[in-house]
Each structure stands twice: as structure tokens, then as C-alpha cells.
């Protein structure tokens, strides 16, 4: 039974810089994806980072490319998304999702996913 748990979240002004964490409990013997999600109230689910383990390989959505950056580390099995130059229109509720394999782009099944963590910039 895999389980994400996000950390990091909360309010923060227009400009500012939060670092989001997830530690996934179950370590997976084989190359995975994490990845970070979002959605605002009233709007679709939207991709925001992807990352293959062990390889530091990055997606970014170009609504966050140049201001977040998504990284891991492996021995903690932890991801990190530090979210830079924040705007309001960052606000949603961020999840941490994974998926076993080596192709980590939006296209892709994410089948385990976080409980979600409230980012609000004003």
C-alpha cells in the first residue's frame, strides 16, 4: 500500500517562495515518477512538475516553468517542489501523485496520490 504525504503548505504574498514536500512510504525497487498536481476551485486538474527518480529528468506546465522547480531525494524518498515569485494565480490545492515506469509526463496514469496541501497567495 503506497501512501504520499505532502507538507509545506500555507498563505503567502504575491512574490514569496514556499517549498512544498512529499514523502511517498513505500520504497519502490524500480525507477518511478513523482509529480505535482493542482487545482483551484472551479478549474480542471492541472500538471505542474514531473520527475524521474534517480535521473533529476524535469517537466514543467509553462504556466510555473522559470519560477518552480521540482526535485527529490531518493535516500528519503522525498519530493520537493520549491515554488518561487508566487502569483495569485498559484492558488489551489497542490497534490504529490506517483507512478512506477520511466515516462512521467501529464499524459501518464498517476495511480497514488497525497491527501492534498492548501498553497493561497494574495
Known amino acids: 500500500h503506497v501512501q504520499l504525504v505532502e507538507s509545506g503548505g500555507g498563505s503567502v504574498q504575491a512574490g514569496g517562495s514556499l517549498r512544498l514536500s512529499c514523502e511517498i512510504s513505500l520504497y519502490i525497487y524500480s525507477s518511478y515518477c513523482m509529480a505535482w498536481f493542482r487545482q483551484a476551485p472551479g478549474k480542471e486538474r492541472e500538471g505542474v512538475a514531473f520527475?524521474?527518480?534517480?535521473?533529476?529528468?524535469?517537466l514543467y506546465a509553462d504556466s510555473v516553468k522559470d519560477r518552480f522547480t521540482i526535485s527529490q531525494d531518493s535516500a528519503k524518498n522525498t519530493a520537493y517542489l520549491q515554488m518561487n515569485s508566487l502569483k495569485p494565480e498559484d492558488t489551489a490545492m497542490y497534490y504529490c501523485a506517483a507512478r512506477i515506469g520511466t515516462m512521467c509526463d501529464v499524459r501518464r496514469a498517476y495511480p497514488y496520490w497525497g491527501q492534498g496541501t492548501q498553497v493561497t497567495v494574495s
Open positions: 520527475i524521474q527518480t534517480g535521473s533529476d529528468i524535469a
